[in-house]
């Protein structure tokens, strides 16, 4: 990593382009204090435009400008790896390994499901951030709240509303949901667990100020920071790849 500012200050660049909603941040860290809460510098959030790589760097730029840094004061990276959108991750994650081989910075793939787990704060009970994956499933994951950060007791999975309430332990307590997953399904939601608490959008969206802040934790605990960490978690098939999937199945069974 390169030397921080004067002030020891770390700043931290981090986007988030695994929904509809891109999100790029400029946030800031106390160096040798990875338990300190980053601050946010810059943050701009694009919700449901169309994105692509050229208006992806547009934003980082936008972004930076906020938040009177340039690209060269940047000492980490980190960007969003999914699960979520096949494209927007594919995106975000390419251009943010260019940035990082570019500048030679450290890159923190951070699991989405992981950052936007941060949304539910303190305090005790379950987090189960939900993404919509279409086709009448989630992507999501349980959190155990003991006070602190969540820690995860499931891996990312893709799966109805209801097969993921299976995951849930009977006695886990107070329940929160989160994510656009959890909007699109409330009322699966409570017909399922009507103790369940839905944080309302749009409060409840990812946010890369969050990715930073896991990314900040992340390096501290040793992750692999090189650009070729950062592979996108997608849990399953494109379309286009289960359709070339089922054609080949087809083309066998009659072969």
Known sequence: MPSPSPTGTINILAADTATRCCTV??????????????????????????????????????????????????HLLAVSIGPGSFTGLRIGAAAFQGLALARRLPLVAVPTLDALARLAGPGAGMVVPMLDARMGEVFAAAYR????????????????????LGKIPADCGPCVFLGDGADRYEGELRAQMPSAVILPSPGNTPRASLVAAEAWRLYHAGIDTSPASAVPVYLRLSQAEAAREARLGHDAGNG
């Open 25 to 74: 941040a400029l946030c800031r860290a106390a160096e040798g204090e990875p338990s300190a809460p980053v601050s946010v510098g810059a943050e701009t959030l694009l919700d449901g435009q169309r994105l692509h790589a050229e208006r992806l760097i547009a934003v980082v730029d936008s972004v930076l400008a906020g938040a009177g840094v340039t690209l060269e004061e940047v």
């Open 145 to 164: 709240r003991t006070g602190g950060l969540p820690g995860k007791i499931t891996g990312d999975l893709v799966a109805p509303v209801g097969e993921i």
